[in-house]
Structure formats: structure tokens, C-alpha cells
């Protein structure tokens, strides 16, 4: 079940991505192996898993119009991505947050490109931050905060505006395990009743199995369906544990 569908309220649709018979790479440089054709549907959360080098930050860069790809077609609900677009949020593994920003003008900023005015872009980081648990540290710059906190701030800045697909590359990766857990929960909880389509990379199996929908396999683009997708309880059942040595043995 999608994030989507756990809500009742009212949602803006995700956006449907799509990729046929796709071959990724930069032009500079040698292309993947491989063809990939995928199909990730409005409001579903995929993960995608591989070893370092098979092209899961290609693929996020090529899904978030900064790559072409060197062969097929990548559309968002059936037109062409040929360029960067705020429907399309990139979240990564470093903070990417402005030093010079207090935490809640980085958060304010997707609000501001897009021409909000500053009571619309307080109310909404307020808001954000108040979700994130950072409320009390608006007026703070980025290196007063935490390696999770900044996080935080950054999925925070992610979804303020509003977007119809967030694409996450290793966004937990340089966290502990306990940070890590609670950033995944609170990523959960935090697309809920957003409608975002979200495309997650990462190393990491149990990660994967958690929050995905369905894993990709990369580079040989296989698509495996979650049994029990963000059940923490669910880690012992055998359709997740089954899935788990599968998706080992192809690792």
C-alpha cells in the first residue's frame, strides 16, 4: 500500500515515472550495463539496491532531469523529463543546506524560487519544522546542528515544497543505527498523506526492505515486491525473511 492511500485526507498526486528500455551513463564516460524498464506508480515508495558503481545515483540524476539518458525514454506521467523541476525534489546522503541560512530559510527556500510570499514561507517552515521536531532551533545555522538534525532540516526543506516525487539518495547512509531507525520512521510518518512518489537508494538491505513498496535490483533492474512494506514488526515473518536472503544471494 502506498504512503498515499494511509491517509483519508485529500492528497496532491504523486507523480508516475517511467523508464523504457533506458541505458544509463554520462556522455563523458562509459554506459551502465544493461537496459533498465521500470515502471513506479503514483504514491509508491521504491527502493533501489545495488553495490557501489551499478548507477543508482545515475538513475536518481537521470529521474531528476540532471542526466539525459544515453538511450530510451524517462517521462514523467507521459511527458518527457528533459530538465530539473520542482515537482521532482533530490534529497542526498550530505545535507546539501546553505551555511550562510538560518535552518529556517533553508527550509523557506524551495518556497521562495517559486515566488511565495514571507508569510506563506514562515507559516510552511514553521510548520516543517514543528514536524521534524526543530522548532526550537529556527534561527540556528546549519552547523550548530547535528548530523541528524540537518537532516531533518533537509527533508524538511524536501517536502516544503510540495513535490510531487522525492528522490533520495543515501539520505541516512553516514547516520547511526539508532539515528538511522528514527530517520526512517520519521519519514514515514512524514510523507504520509503527501501523495509523493519517492525513489530511495541505499546500501543497505534491511533499509530496503523496510521502507520499499517493491526493491530494484540494479544493475539487472529486477523488481522484487515487499511483503509487508514499513511493518517493523514484520522483520521475523517469513515472506520478509525469504525476501531478504533473495535479495542476499543476488548481492
Do not use: Y
Not at 4 to 15: D, E, F, H, I, L
Not at 144 to 158: D, E, F, I, K, T
Not at 207 to 230: F, K, N, Y
Amino acid at each position: 500500500m502506498s504512503l498515499a492511500q494511509t491517509s483519508t485526507t485529500a492528497v496532491r498526486r504523486g507523480a508516475g515515472l517511467d523508464l523504457d528500455d533506458v541505458r544509463l551513463g554520462r556522455t563523458e564516460g562509459e554506459a551502465l550495463p544493461g537496459t533498465l524498464r521500470l515502471r513506479i506508480a503514483p504514491g509508491e515508495l521504491v527502493s533501489v539496491l545495488g553495490p557501489s558503481g551499478c548507477g543508482k545515483s545515475t538513475l536518481l540524476r537521470t529521474l531528476a532531469g540532471l542526466l539525459p539518458p544515453l538511450a530510451g525514454r524517462v517521462t514523467q506521467d507521459g511527458e518527457p523529463i528533459t530538465g530539473p523541476d520542482a515537482d521532482r525534489a533530490l534529497v542526498f546522503q550530505e545535507d546539501a543546506l546553505l551555511p550562510w541560512r538560518s535552518v529556517r530559510a533553508n527550509v523557506e527556500l524551495p518556497l521562495a524560487i517559486r515566488g511565495a510570499g514571507r508569510a506563506e514561507r514562515r507559516a510552511v517552515a514553521g510548520e516543517w519544522l514543528e514536524r521534524v521536531g526543530l522548532a526550537g532551533h529556527a534561527g540556528k545555522l546549519p552547523r550548530q546542528l547535528s548530523g541528524g538534525q540537518r537532516q531533518r532540516v533537509q527533508l524538511a526543506r524536501a517536502l516544503a515544497g510540495e513535490p510531487r516525487a522525492v528522490l533520495m539518495d543515501e539520505p541516512f547512509g553516514a547516520l547511526d543505527a539508532h539515528t538511522r531507525a528514527g530517520m526512517q520512521d520519521l519519514l514515514v510518518d512524514m510523507l504520509r498523506g503527501t501523495g509523493a512518489t519517492v525513489v530511495f537508494v541505499t546500501h543497505d538491505v534491511d533499509e530496503a526492505l523496510h521502507l520499499g513498496d517493491r526493491i530494484v535490483l540494479l544493475p539487472s533492474g529486477e523488481v522484487l515486491d515487499v511483503p509487508h512494506p514499513r511493518r517493523r514488526d514484520a522483520r521475523e515473518a517469513s515472506g520478509t525473511t525469504a525476501l531478504r536472503r533473495r535479495v542476499l544471494a543476488s548481492l
